[in-house]
């Protein structure tokens, strides 16, 4: 039987690995937002923006850059790679723009409210988890 140290960091894993997949769609909004960019720099603009805590596989990119694609809320041109192929500059279309303020709207804006943010600052007397 795990003690409750272990416990609580097993817990505490799983909740963060909801949190990041949870999260993958607003940093590629957020990347896009930033200004086009092609696959591997918007890998690169999430794992930098994060501190590394959200670590993407560009396939995952991919795919959800096609879904997007799908529903008009991005797009690409194509762009000259560097002495390669020619690569998909993909953007955020009004579209995307709308559906992503609304969405920090609703859903980010709220951890700036004065009685959340004591809440979330306020620190419990540690006690041991044995």
Same mark, same amino acid.
């Given at each position: 039987?795990?003690?409750?140290? #272990?416990?609580?960091?097993?817990?505490?894993?799983?909740?963060?690995?909801?949190?990041?997949?949870g999260q993958?769609?607003?940093?590629?909004?957020?990347?896009?937002?930033?200004?086009?960019?092609?696959?591997?720099?918007?890998?690169?603009?999430?794992?930098?923006?994060?501190?590394?805590?959200?670590?993407? #596989?560009?396939?995952?990119?991919?795919?959800?850059?096609?879904?997007?694609?799908?529903?008009?809320?991005?797009?690409?041109?194509?762009?000259?790679?560097?002495?390669?192929?020619?690569r998909?500059?993909?953007?955020?279309?009004?579209?995307?723009?709308?559906?992503?303020?609304?969405?920090?709207?609703r859903?980010?804006?709220?951890?700036?409210?004065?009685?959340?943010?004591?809440l979330?600052?306020?620190?419990?007397?540690?006690?041991?988890l044995?």
């Open positions: 039987m795990k003690n409750k140290k #272990e416990l609580s960091e097993q817990l505490l894993e799983a909740w963060e690995e909801t949190h990041k997949k993958l769609t607003l940093w590629i909004f957020l990347a896009l937002r930033d200004g086009p960019k092609y696959v591997s720099e918007i890998k690169a603009f999430i794992e930098s923006n994060t501190s590394q805590t959200i670590i993407c #596989e560009e396939q995952s990119l991919y795919r959800a850059l096609r879904k997007f694609q799908q529903v008009e809320m991005t797009g690409y041109n194509p762009g000259k790679g560097d002495g390669g192929p020619d998909k500059y993909y953007f955020i279309t009004p579209m995307g723009e709308d559906i992503l303020d609304r969405f920090i709207e859903n980010i804006k709220l951890f700036f409210i004065p009685e959340i943010t004591t979330m600052n306020r620190k419990q007397p540690n006690k041991p044995s």
